[in-house]
């Protein structure tokens, strides 16, 4: 456990903001052009893998933030 505040937190968080507003944007920006024309269940399963997507490294970041370490 700590006992003192690091500064990794708060840093973490912005960080986290900024990565999953630019992976946001380039969703946001690139995907209805290549898929907008298909039906709608056919987007629906890649929305929802793009959605998934970024809980993948989220693990190791969130364990960096509270130790330091990225394993």
């Known amino acids: 456990m700590r006992t003192e505040p690091t500064a990794r937190i708060p840093l973490g968080i912005i960080g986290l903001l900024l990565v999953l507003g630019g992976y946001a944007l ?12 298909w039906p709608a269940l056919a987007q629906a399963p890649v929305y929802l893998v793009l959605g998934i997507v970024w809980l993948l490294p989220l693990r190791r970041f969130l364990i960096w933030m509270e130790t330091g370490r990225w394993a």
């Open 26 to 37: 380039v969703v946001a920006r690139y995907v209805p052009e290549l898929i907008g024309g």
